[in-house]
C-alpha cells in the first residue's frame, strides 16, 4: 500500500484559514469514512485532532474540521495562530484492513 | 487517564533483533474493540504505521514489513510487545505505541493516545 498524497508544505498568516488536502484512491480515503488527521509539534508525539473524516476529539479546538470529496480529503484549520504551526499527518484505513498515513505536511504560520 | 510508555533498546547492530515493549495504563486490552498499534518515524520523516493487536487477539501487519514484524499482548501486564527481526540502519527511527478505541471496523479507529516515542539507532 502507497502512502497518501500530502503537499509537502503549507503556509498562512495568523487569522486566516488553510486546507491541506489528502489524496488517495478508492481503495483507501475514497472507499471508507475512516480518515484521521495528527497534529505533530517538533519533538513530541503525534496528536489526534480529526477521526472518521470529520469528528473532533473532545478538547480539540473547533477551528479545526475534516471533510471529504472522492478520493481526497481535507483538514482545514481557520483562525489561523501561531500554535498552529506544526506538521499535520492523514491516515486512512484500507482494503487491505490495515491503515495508511500520509506524507505529512509542514505547516508555517507567517 | 490513559498513558502509554515505550521501552527497548536505544542501540541495536544491522541484522540484530529489536524488542520494543509498550506498556499502558487507564485503559484494559481484554475491553471489546480495543487494540494497541505500532508507529515509526525515521529523523526527519513521516510517519509509517507498523502494527496493530487488539483485545481479541486480532493482529494486523504493515504489508511491506510483515515478515520481519511480530506483535502480542500480555493483558495481565498491560504490556505490548513488538520484534522486528533483521534491523537495518534505514529502520532507525523514532518508535511509537498507541491507544486505538473501538470502531466500526477493527484497524479503521483513530490513534487517540500516544506515548512519547523511543528512538532506535541501528549501527555497527
Known amino acids: 500500500q502507497s502512502a497518501l498524497t500530502q503537499p509537502a508544505s503549507v503556509s498562512g498568516s495568523p487569522g486566516q484559514s488553510i486546507t491541506i488536502s489528502c489524496t488517495g484512491t478508492?481503495?483507501?480515503?475514497?472507499?471508507?469514512?475512516?480518515v484521521s488527521w495528527y497534529q505533530q509539534h517538533p519533538g513530541k508525539a503525534p496528536k489526534l485532532m480529526i477521526y472518521?473524516?470529520?469528528n473532533r476529539p473532545s478538547g480539540v479546538s473547533n477551528r479545526f474540521s475534516g471533510s471529504k470529496s472522492g478520493n481526497t480529503a481535507s483538514l482545514t484549520i481557520s483562525g489561523l495562530q501561531a500554535e498552529d504551526e506544526a506538521d499535520y499527518y492523514c491516515?486512512?484505513?484500507?482494503?487491505?484492513?490495515?491503515?495508511?498515513f500520509g506524507g505529512g505536511t509542514k505547516l508555517t504560520v507567517l | 487517564q490513559i498513558t502509554l510508555k515505550e521501552s527497548g533498546p536505544t542501540l541495536v547492530k544491522p541484522t540484530q533483533t529489536l524488542t520494543l515493549t509498550c506498556t499502558f495504563s487507564?485503559?484494559?486490552?481484554?475491553?471489546?474493540?480495543?487494540?494497541v498499534g505500532w508507529i515509526r518515524q525515521p529523523p526527519g520523516k513521516a510517519l509509517e504505521w507498523l502494527a496493530l493487536i487488539y483485545w481479541n487477539d486480532d493482529k494486523r501487519y504493515s504489508p511491506s514489513l510483515k515478515s520481519r514484524l511480530t506483535i502480542t499482548k500480555d493483558t495481565s501486564k498491560n504490556q505490548v510487545v513488538l520484534t522486528m527481526t533483521n534491523m537495518d540502519p534505514v529502520d532507525t527511527a523514532t518508535y511509537y505505541c498507541a491507544h486505538s478505541p473501538p470502531s466500526g471496523i477493527a484497524a479503521a479507529g483513530p490513534f487517540d493516545y500516544w506515548g512519547q516515542g523511543t528512538l532506535v539507532t541501528v549501527s555497527s
Open positions: 478508492s481503495s483507501d480515503v475514497g472507499g471508507y469514512n475512516y
Open positions: 491516515s486512512s484505513y484500507t482494503s487491505s484492513s490495515t491503515p495508511v
Open positions: 472518521d473524516v470529520s
Open positions: 487507564g485503559f484494559s486490552l481484554s475491553t471489546s474493540g480495543v487494540g
